[in-house]
């Protein structure tokens, strides 16, 4: 198990940025695939992005495609999503997520057995 904490969400102005971090402690994250997931008020979990074990291979929603980066420092264990352009409807919790399964980025939530506790990202003038 790798426990996880994530840091930077805040309110921010339509068009802004923010970079999310995700800190993992208990396990290194080397050979760990990472996700972010994000959830709306009255929706579902929803898949943001999401990158392989060897950190080669990423795959992102298309709402997302262009504007948000995931990315990982293994010598910090802190995985990151940089968030740019951001649109009124960007607003929700954002979770990170790790697995250790091998293959492609996976997409789907059940996949990833380890969770943080969500941050805040708000979008708005």
């Known amino acids: 198990q790798v426990h996880l904490v994530e840091s930077g969400g805040g309110l921010v102005q339509p068009g802004g940025s923010l970079k999310l971090s995700c800190v993992g402690s208990g396990r290194k994250f080397e050979n760990y695939a990472l996700a972010w997931f994000r959830q709306a008020p009255g929706k579902e979990r929803e898949f943001v992005a999401a990158?392989?074990?060897?950190?080669?291979?990423?795959a992102y929603a298309d709402s997302v495609k262009g504007r948000f980066t995931i990315s990982r420092d293994n010598a910090k264990n802190t995985m990151y999503l940089a968030l740019n352009s951001l649109k009124p409807e960007d607003t929700a919790v954002y979770y990170c997520a790790a697995d250790r399964h091998i293959g492609a980025p996976s997409t789907t939530a059940d996949t990833y057995d380890n969770w943080g506790q969500g941050t805040q990202v708000t979008v708005s003038s």
């Open positions: 990158q392989d074990w060897s950190g080669f291979s990423t």
